[in-house]
């Protein structure tokens, strides 16, 4: 009888099958070939759309489509699981960055023609007259105008909104996956913010209004390189050039150092901080009064029509900021 080979030191095999693991993933720890951990991966995003409700029979969803691993690959997923009784398009956000986002979207163009998908692209330039270009420059010079990313989020949030809307969709689902979480949910807590703190979730925002388009995250449970992985083995094309050449100064940037530090020391630390944030929310929620009254309290902003408390949207208040200082 042939004797058995001895096993490579160092070298792990499949949890399901035995083969050689092409991945480990150290919260498990667990170790899969490329098949099973696609398995696993396939079968983790559609238990999250279960788990949390994200996705209801025959409604349109629309996909906010940078062209990065996030978005990109969350694009691919829904047309292979729901596109039978779902209505799958895509929205591209322009915002006005030479030489970084007319790049992304050349690549989520090019994802949307191969897979069928419509895609719908709205620019800052059009929406509010002004790009990034632009204005990231002022940010820079005038400190109390606030983060360059925060900025651009609330106009990024803005046009998601006023495009569901426009496109009739359902749900707006997006790319943010576990660390963007973990990150938030961290960022939250230190800020002192805990508006942010409890908007949170698979599902954004605490109250139902018709001037909302219900957002969604199906990562929401997904690690970062696990998205990355999958593309990898899946050749799936998308963006991977540098990262927004106004993103240095983000605060993010600090807090996904001190979570991706835990998570090296300490694997399962981003599982961990989300789990207790849920046992947390119920807690968070609020009550049927202080929902009314919110509602109550929206009109419409004078500029670009979306809900808001005063008379002008945070995004409009911005843009008119730098307006003024053009």
């Not at 979730?201 to 390189?225: C, L, Q, S, W």
């Not at 020391?265 to 049927?288: G, H, I, M």
């Not at 979306?306 to 995004?315: G, I, S």
Request: charged share 30%.
């Amino acid at each position: 009888m042939a004797k058995k080979e001895k096993e490579p030191a160092g070298q792990k095999k499949c949890d399901r099958c035995g083969a050689k693991a092409a991945i480990t993933l150290a919260y498990g720890p667990h170790h899969f070939c490329e098949k099973h951990f696609t398995d696993f991966f396939e079968k983790r995003f559609r238990k999250t759309a279960r788990k949390y409700g994200l996705i209801r029979n025959g409604e349109k969803i629309l996909v906010a489509l940078s062209g990065g691993k996030d978005s990109t690959l969350l694009l691919h997923l829904l047309k292979k699981f729901y596109s039978r009784n779902h209505k799958i398009e895509a929205l591209i956000i322009d915002e006005g960055i030479s030489g970084y986002r007319d790049e992304a979207i050349k690549i989520a163009v090019k994802n949307c023609k191969k897979l069928g998908v419509k895609p719908k692209i709205v620019s800052f330039k059009k929406e509010f007259g002004v790009t990034n270009d632009k204005i990231m420059p002022l940010i820079f010079k005038n400190s109390k105008l606030g983060g360059t990313c925060a900025f651009c989020g609330t106009m990024r949030r803005n046009l998601m909104n006023r495009g569901a809307k426009r496109l009739g969709a359902d749900k707006l689902a997006t790319g943010h996956n576990l660390d963007d979480e973990a990150q938030s949910i961290l960022m939250n807590i230190f800020n002192n913010d805990f508006e942010r703190f409890r908007r949170t979730g698979a599902t954004a925002g605490v109250m139902e209004h018709n001037g909302f388009v219900k957002r969604i995250k199906p990562f929401y449970e997904t690690p970062e390189d696990e998205i990355l992985a999958y593309c990898s083995f899946r050749g799936i094309e998308h963006f991977s050039g540098d990262c927004c050449p106004y993103s240095w100064t983000a605060k993010r940037n600090e807090y996904r150092k001190i979570i991706d530090d835990l998570e090296k020391k300490f694997p399962n630390t981003k599982f961990s901080l989300l789990r207790f944030y849920e046992n947390l929310k119920p807690l968070l929620a609020q009550k049927k009064g202080e929902k009314k009254a919110a509602k109550k309290a929206l009109g419409k902003c004078e500029k670009c029509g979306e809900p808001t408390e005063h008379e002008l949207c945070m995004a409009c208040k911005q843009v008119k900021k730098i307006i003024d200082l053009i």
